[in-house]
C-alpha cells in the first residue's frame, strides 16, 4: 500500500516536472493511516461455522470418513463475545444424523429429534441447513427449549479415515 503510494508520488513529480521546465513543485505525501479491529496476535486458522439462532461460530473442525459415505466433523473454536470454549460434534452416518454444539461448560445445543435432519458430503463439504435448535433436550420425551434456526458448513480439506478416539 505505501509502495504504491510512493510510486504514485513519482509518477506525478515526473509528469509535472517534464511539463514545467525548470520549476518543480514541492509534493507532500498523504499521511498513512492504519485502523485494526481485531487484537493483534496470531492469526485464527478456520474451515468452518456453525448458526444458532442469531449466533454464528467459526471454527476449526477435523473431518473424519469412517467408511460407506459415513463422516464426522468435530469443531472446536472460541466464542467471541465471552471467549468461552465452543465445541461441535456434525456426526452424518446413514440414519443417524446428529448436530451439537457445546458452548463453555454447560450449554448444549441440539438438533430438535422430531424435526427433520439431513447431513449432506460434497466435494469435501459437510453442510446441514434449516437445524431447528433446542438447549435441554430430553430424550425421552424428545422435547426441550427451542432456540431458533440454523445450519452448519465444513470445509474439509482432507478426512482421517478412522473415528476419533473414544467415539
Excluded at 438447549?135 to 427449549?145: T, V, Y
Amino acid at each position: 500500500m505505501i509502495a504504491r503510494r510512493v510510486f504514485a508520488v513519482l509518477v506525478a513529480v515526473l509528469v509535472v516536472t517534464a511539463g514545467c521546465g525548470d520549476e518543480v513543485p514541492v509534493v507532500e505525501p498523504e499521511p498513512v493511516v492504519t485502523t485494526t479491529t481485531r487484537a493483534p496476535g496470531p492469526e485464527v486458522k478456520t474451515n468452518g461455522w456453525v448458526q444458532v439462532g442469531d449466533q454464528t461460530f467459526d471454527l476449526f473442525f477435523t473431518c473424519y470418513s469412517p467408511g460407506a459415505g459415513d463422516v464426522a466433523a468435530i469443531g472446536v473454536g472460541e466464542e467471541a463475545s465471552s471467549s468461552q470454549n465452543v465445541e461441535v460434534l456434525i456426526q452424518g452416518f446413514l440414519g443417524q444424523p446428529y448436530v451439537g454444539v457445546t458452548v463453555g461448560e454447560s450449554i448444549l445445543y441440539e438438533s430438535m429429534l422430531e424435526g427433520s435432519l439431513e447431513v449432506f458430503v460434497h466435494d469435501g463439504t459437510i453442510s446441514a441447513g434449516a437445524i431447528e435448535w433446542t438447549r435441554g433436550l430430553d430424550l425421552e420425551s424428545g422435547r426441550g427449549e427451542r432456540v431458533g434456526y440454523g445450519a452448519v458448513f465444513v470445509s474439509c480439506a482432507e478426512y482421517i479415515h478412522d473415528l476419533p478416539e473414544g467415539y
